[in-house]
Structures are given as structure tokens and as C-alpha cells.
């Protein structure tokens, strides 16, 4: 299959891994994502996105199911795939008295047709670094450093392994920064990572993984979706829930209070705001403490966690 324009550069169907000892870490998942995508997994503790990203790395063959990337089956079909990928592990584990040079030149040797290794280290902003021993590099430099050497062979497959763990908030920025532009020129990203704001603001895509399967798919904003917002306030005193308006006619679907503090959760933000305000202007009425936010990520995430352990069946692409 020739992958063009839009189709798909990876396809998961069905994938199941299950290890040795019988324990299934991956419980028949799918998803796909087009050229010049990000893609982001993401997951709790040991929900399976090692399990899967190796598979598709083409380091472990599925249990069942079918893994393409570029077309091909990264396990049997490795050296068709291999060279147009970029891998970028969790732990890099390279020699570490070599200088940052010298492992760019050693790993360059191993990619065909690689870029300059100090055009790789540019990137990733390590030009200044390259005379340096790995052992003495900072743990945000060595992830950097992982991240130049993905980049060697010019990937049209980029696989990023928690990228920006133990990176300052500039060097995450900065990788951000380079994530992006790696998409807008056609690169296809799967991203593994904890950090939900990473996911946010990078993915096109993204799944949450939970115990082996997938929870909730779709762009950031769908998944987000998935929660209620939330309007925040303190009442007066002399003023009690009862005075608002009906809740259910602003379109809040529940609420809590909290001494004077009030929460209500709603699917119609705007409504609700809007509905809260006027009341409060004709009422002569100020709303101290007031707080209007859409569901992050973050919520949708905890809120899918909580849900999914509680509930006996694990809900399946729920966003499509
Ligand atoms: N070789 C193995 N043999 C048996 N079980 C394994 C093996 N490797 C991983 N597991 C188990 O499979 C599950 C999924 O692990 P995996 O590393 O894929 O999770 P993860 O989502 O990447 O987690 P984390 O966010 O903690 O890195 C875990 O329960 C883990 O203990």
C-alpha cells in the first residue's frame, strides 16, 4: 500500500499482547493516524503503551491482531520499515564516556542516509554540547540528546517516548516547538507521555489507555468534551442556591455547595454563565470568587480513570 496525502501511516486493528506468564497488557485495541499527525497515547501506570509503541517499533510481534506502519508489518517486514522511522526510547543507554559528537557520529553510522549530526544536534538546540562526556550531560540534555538521534535518518515515522520527562519548562517548549514543525513537515508522530498539558497542546489525536484498553478517543477537544464544566462561586450572605434561577433551565446538569461556595457542573457552559450573570446584575448581586472554566484534559482523564474502574465493562471508542 502506497501511503499518500491522508491515508493512514499507522493502523492498529485489533492488537492484543499477551505475555508470557498469560497477564493480557494489551486487550485488543485500534487506531490509526495519517501523514503529518500527532498521535498521542496516553494512559495510567502499566495501562500498556510500552506494550504497544514496542510493537509498532517492530520489537515485539503482536499476541493477535494487525500492526502497519508505512504499510508494512514492522515485525516481519523490519528492514522495509526501519529506515524510515525514528525511534526515541525511554532510556537511551549509550556509552557514556563517548562525547555527545561521537555518539551522533556512531549512531549515525548505523541510519542510512542520515543527516549531518550537527544539524541534528541543532535542532534540538545541543550545539553547544557537542564536546561533552553523555556521563556529564543533565538528564534534560540526555533527553535531548535521544530526541537528535531520532531525528538522524529524517523519519517520516517519529515513535517519542515520554520526550520531555526531565526537561525544564523551556526545554519542554522548545521540543513542543519542534514537535510541530516536524508535523507541519509531513513527519507522523506517536507520542507516548504523562504530561496531559503535552498532550493538549501537541496531539491532533490522542487515546487514553486504561488496563489494556482503550477508554476515550479523539481530538483533544472531543475527549475534553467528554466532561462537564465547571462555574465556580461564592454566594452572599442572605443569598441561597434556591434564589438562582431553576439550575436545570441554565442548563446545569448538578451542583454542590460548599459552605457558601457553590459549584455547578454543566455540558452548556455559555448558557449557564450567561444565565448565572444576568441573574446576578438583576439581582444586584456580586459573585465573589467567580470561576468559569471549561474540562481540561486533565479532568477528562481523571474522570475517565475513576469511571472506567468503577464500571464492570471498559467503554470503547467512545469518541470516534
Ligand atoms: N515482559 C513482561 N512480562 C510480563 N508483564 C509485563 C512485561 N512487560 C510489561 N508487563 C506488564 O504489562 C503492563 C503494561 O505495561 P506497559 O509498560 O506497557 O505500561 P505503560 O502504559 O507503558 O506504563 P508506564 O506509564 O508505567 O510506563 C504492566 O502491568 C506491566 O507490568
Known amino acids: 500500500m502506497e501511503n499518500n496525502g491522508h491515508e493512514h501511516v499507522i493502523e492498529v486493528t485489533d492488537l492484543r499482547r499477551v505475555y508470557g506468564g498469560g497477564f493480557e497488557a494489551v486487550g485488543g485495541i485500534s487506531f490509526s493516524a495519517r501523514r503529518g499527525e500527532v498521535f498521542a497515547l496516553l494512559g495510567t501506570n502499566g495501562a500498556g503503551k510500552t506494550s504497544t509503541v514496542e510493537v509498532l517499533e ?146 491532533d489525536r490522542l487515546a487514553i489507555l486504561h488496563e489494556g484498553r ?31 434561577p431553576p439550575l436545570d433551565q441554565m442548563g446545569v446538569s448538578g451542583h454542590e455547595t460548599d459552605g457558601r461556595v457553590v459549584r455547578l457542573r454543566t455540558r452548556e457552559l455559555q448558557r449557564a454563565a450567561t444565565g448565572l450573570l444576568v441573574w446576578a446584575e438583576r439581582a444586584g448581586v456580586e459573585l465573589h470568587r467567580l470561576d468559569v472554566r471549561s474540562a481540561s484534559l486533565e479532568e477528562a482523564f481523571l474522570g475517565i480513570a475513576r469511571e472506567v474502574s468503577e464500571s464492570p465493562a471498559p467503554v470503547q471508542e467512545r469518541v470516534a
Open 214 to 244: 482503550i477508554a476515550v478517543t479523539g481530538t483533544p477537544a472531543e475527549v475534553t468534551a467528554t466532561q462537564p464544566s465547571r462555574i465556580t462561586f461564592e454566594l452572599p450572605e442572605n443569598f441561597f442556591v434556591g434564589d438562582l
Open 58 to 203: 517492530g520489537l515485539a510481534p503482536p499476541t493477535s491482531g494487525t500492526v502497519r506502519v508505512l504499510g508494512h508489518d514492522p515485525y516481519t517486514e523490519r528492514a522495509a520499515v526501519r529506515p524510515r522511522t525514528g525511534v526515541m526510547l525511554q532510556e537511551g543507554g549509550f556509552p557514556s564516556e563517548l562525547t555527545v559528537a561521537e555518539t551522533t557520529r556512531m549512531w549515525a553510522g548505523c541510519v542510512s542516509g542520515a543527516r549531518p549530526g550537527h544539524e541534528a544536534l541543532a535542532l534540538v538546540g545541543m550545539t553547544g554540547k557537542a564536546d561533552v562526556r553523555v556521563k556529564q550531560l543533565s538528564g534534560g540534555e540526555r533527553r535531548r540528546l535521544d530526541l537528535a538521534l531520532a531525528l538522524l535518518g529524517e523519519p517520516e515515522v517519529l515513535f517519542l517516548d515520554e520526550p520531555t520527562t526531565g526537561l525544564d519548562a523551556e526545554g519542554r517548549r522548545d521540543t513542543w516547538d519542534l514537535v510541530r514543525a516536524l508535523r507541519d513537515g509531513g513527519t507522523t508522530v506517536l507520542l507516548t507521555t504523562h504530561y496531559l498539558e503535552e498532550a493538549e497542546s501537541l496531539a
